[in-house]
């Protein structure tokens, strides 16, 4: 199913003097925090020089040096700047609300926060739109164009429904980029299929990944004091009458398990995941989320 009419004002934003502090706290944290945590693996090697007087001689690279018989000290750098690709889930699954926001909505406000953000810290970023594949696809650029291109895309309404494909996903954001990159999935992970768990530990290897989970209140558990109603898939159109007394445990046990499987499988990868619910500001969760990690690669590099 598609969207017909999508319930943002993402330029309006920028004017609200609230948005503008938080894009500020993002763009440290993104440059700061996030920075260290995910360009971590990074100083570059350069190539050598001459050893001079004065230089710490722990810094001699003695087989370099005796290949080349004079003393060779190995050269670093340490990369500034990364690029950041956010694959955006607005498949059936994410249309779906039992608050004022569909879950899209509100993701889109993520994303547009992040992306408004990066683009301050002179990181490169793309955007990838995907349902059972990349229906948008922005490799990752700097400059006011590229930020207005994802822009249009993510406040066009015909881009959002359709099936879903994670796995298919990935592998087209593959393709499209290089390396020190972070992929950010901001998805509500429903509907997953056999095996995706591979993909994220497959793509692990070669980019940082780091999930941000949408779930409605709803996709957590059910009220109790409904009475019958009728469910339907989003993605088979598949409907059951279930009386929400005798599943609203059951359901809320399962939500629960399944959620931890996710974030069992994300760390198995050692890929980040940050859950937040559509009722609450995603900022504290994130900031949270990146300050634990950096303290965490941090104490990694000190030992």
Partial sequence: MAVKELKLDLLGKIKNPQFQVRRKMLSKILEGELAASYKGRGIEFTGFRK?????DASLIDWPASLRAKESLIREYEEFKNFQIFVLFDVSDSMLFSSTQKLKCEYAAEIVFSLIYSIVNTGNKVGLGMFTKELITKKAPDSG??????????????ENYGGGFDLKKALMQTRTLLGEKSLIIIVSDFL?????????????????????????????????TDTGQFMVED?????????????????????ANEEEMKIIREFQTAKAGLVSVTTTEDFLKPFMKYIRIRAKIMMKMRDQ
Avoid: C, H, V
């Avoid at 050893?51 to 230089?55: H, L, Q, S, T, V």
């Fill in 234 to 254: 989003p993605y088979s159109g598949e409907q059951m009458l279930i009386d929400s007394k005798d599943y609203a445990e059951i359901y809320k046990k399962r």
């Fill in 51 to 55: 050893y001079i007087y004065g230089d």
């Fill in 191 to 223: 509907g997953l299929e056999e095996g995706w768990e591979r993909y994220i530990r497959m793509l692990s290897k070669e980019f940082d990944i780091l999930g941000i989970m949408i779930r409605d209140p709803r996709d957590k558990e059910m009220p």
């Fill in 144 to 157: 006011t164009k590229n930020y207005y291109r994802i822009l249009q895309d993510l406040t066009n309404p």
